[in-house]
T-cell receptor, first 114, second 112 residues
Framework: KAGVTQTPRYLIKTRGQQVTLSCSPI?????VSWYQQTPGQGLQFLFE???????NKGNFPGRFSGRQFSNSRSEMNVSTLELGDSALYLC?????????????FGPGTRLLVL | DQQVKQNSPSLSVQEGRISILNCDYT??????FLWYKKYPAEGPTFLIS?????DKNEDGRFTVFLNKSAKHLSLHIVPSQPGDSAVYFC???????????FGTGTRLKVLA
């Protein structure tokens, strides 16, 4: 079974631009979560989607948004990019949501904002 | 407020010895815990999990211990191998919630 895939793997943008990242979960998984990883901060939770509905949101500004499609694929959008948005963005999928579910991560998209 | 803490940013261990990685949490409502390993330029890889109804879970060289009264979690790797060198994250989740809280990670270096 294929793992979680994320595209693109690397991205360079300039301040003020917007970016869209894509995540395809493991086949059959319905929950997709997004995380931001920066040095020294660990993984910071952005949001989680299940059956096309956002179930939870972390403490990030409204510039960060996402959505999930009927095939469980998810996209994350960041508008008006700032230098501090440079990070590794990770997507994780799990079969269900809310229970003792293990999340499986994709390789991440490394975003550099200049 | 960091609800999941990994107070040791790094750890070095000789090959063949035991590696012990620690994790403390503050929220008594957490009921499911996981450990992940992460290599540079890759996403975290799931290692082992434990539910709050257990105090130990073992999988090969990896054992996770949970001390609920101390709100403390530890991962033991025996014997340690050079390929275990990576950053290890612990994560926790509360019952019925959809959000995993991650620690900041511990970089393990296994010396040959």
């Amino acid at each position: 079974k294929a793992g979680v895939t994320q595209t693109p793997r690397y991205l360079i943008k300039t301040r003020g631009q917007q970016v869209t990242l894509s995540c395809s979960p493991i086949s059959g998984h319905r929950s997709v979560s997004w995380y931001q990883q920066t040095p020294g901060q660990g993984l910071q939770f952005l949001f989680e989607y299940f059956s096309e509905t956002q179930r939870n949101k972390g403490n990030f500004p409204g510039r960060f948004s996402g959505r999930q499609f009927s095939n469980s694929r998810s996209e994350m959008n960041v508008s008006t990019l700032e230098l501090g948005d440079s990070a590794l963005y990770l997507c994780a999928s799990s079969l269900l949501s809310g229970g003792a579910e293990t999340q499986y991560f994709g390789p991440g998209t490394r975003l550099l904002v200049l | 407020d960091q609800q999941v803490k990994q107070n040791s940013p790094s750890l070095s261990v000789q090959e063949g010895r035991i590696s012990i990685l620690n994790c403390d949490y503050t929220n008594s409502m957490f009921d499911y815990f996981l450990w992940y390993k992460k290599y540079p330029a890759e996403g975290p890889t799931f290692l082992i999990s434990i539910s709050s109804i257990k105090d130990k879970n073992e999988d090969g060289r990896f054992t996770v211990f949970l001390n609920k009264s101390a709100k403390h979690l530890s991962l033991h790797i025996v014997p340690s191998q050079p390929g275990d060198s990576a950053v290890y994250f612990c994560a926790a989740k509360g019952q019925g919630t959809y959000k995993y809280i991650f620690g900041t990670g511990t970089r393990l270096k296994v010396l040959a």
